[in-house]
């Protein structure tokens, strides 16, 4: 089981953690990271996007010139999609991108990311992590002490006053617990975990 210095607010070294084997020692799948971010990301898509067709342009549907002998082109409506003005020809309408991807890829995805930061030495594991108010100052000179400076940070419940402090941060995001996901994991360059946070992904997504 793969071990790791828990430090305080001042970087300080307070204790170690043993971490489970199968959440952050699995095998790293770069091709699972893929499957699963394309997934998330076609799960967030509105749909919303429309063109609109020659039936649905304004515009008079009278033959622009005679059959024959003019010498042009035979158009019935200057709705056609040639002319300016004219509808979309094979535009977006709206549709709906969401699609599943099965739970048991979703794990080993998530698994596999977090091993993935714990590898390349970019996880953090804090003692404690709570905030008696909201005070984004004092948050930035943690995560810059721990060398965190674009950071996920996880806590296993709800932390209101650090989720207030970590808002207003260009490079920081703060989620519980429950939800950390693959996205969110690969995109900051640090992962910072409160022991509770690390024991609750553990029996979340343990055997």
């Not at 020692?25 to 996007?49: D, S």
């Not at 039936?55 to 010139?65: D, E, I, Y």
């Not at 941060?169 to 975990?193: F, M, P, S, T, W």
Request: with cysteine; charged share 25%; net charge positive.
């Amino acid at each position: 089981m793969p071990k790791v210095n828990v430090l305080n607010t001042q970087a300080q070294t307070v204790g170690e953690l043993e971490l489970a084997d199968e959440v952050f020692a699995a095998e790293v799948k770069p091709h699972l990271h893929w499957e699963v971010v394309k997934n998330q990301l076609a799960n967030r898509r509105a749909g919303t996007h429309s063109t609109k067709t020659r039936m649905n342009v304004h515009g008079t549907t009278k033959k622009a010139v005679r059959q024959k002998g003019s010498g042009g082109a035979r158009h019935g409506s200057r709705k056609s999609p040639i002319f300016v003005g004219g509808g979309v020809a094979h535009g977006p309408h709206p549709r709906d991108y969401s699609y599943t991807v099965p739970k048991k890829v979703r794990r080993a995805a998530l698994c596999s990311a977090l091993s993935l930061r714990l590898q390349q030495g970019e996880l953090v594991v804090l003692d404690d992590f709570s905030m008696s108010a909201p005070k984004t100052k004092e948050v930035a000179g943690t995560l810059t002490r721990l060398g965190a400076t674009k950071a996920l940070v996880v806590t296993a419940g709800e932390n209101g006053n650090l989720h207030l402090s970590i808002r207003n941060l260009q490079h920081a995001k703060y989620i519980r617990a429950e939800g950390v996901n693959v996205y969110d994991v690969l995109k900051y360059d640090r992962l910072v975990l409160t022991v509770d946070a690390a024991k609750a992904l553990v029996e979340r997504l343990g055997d």
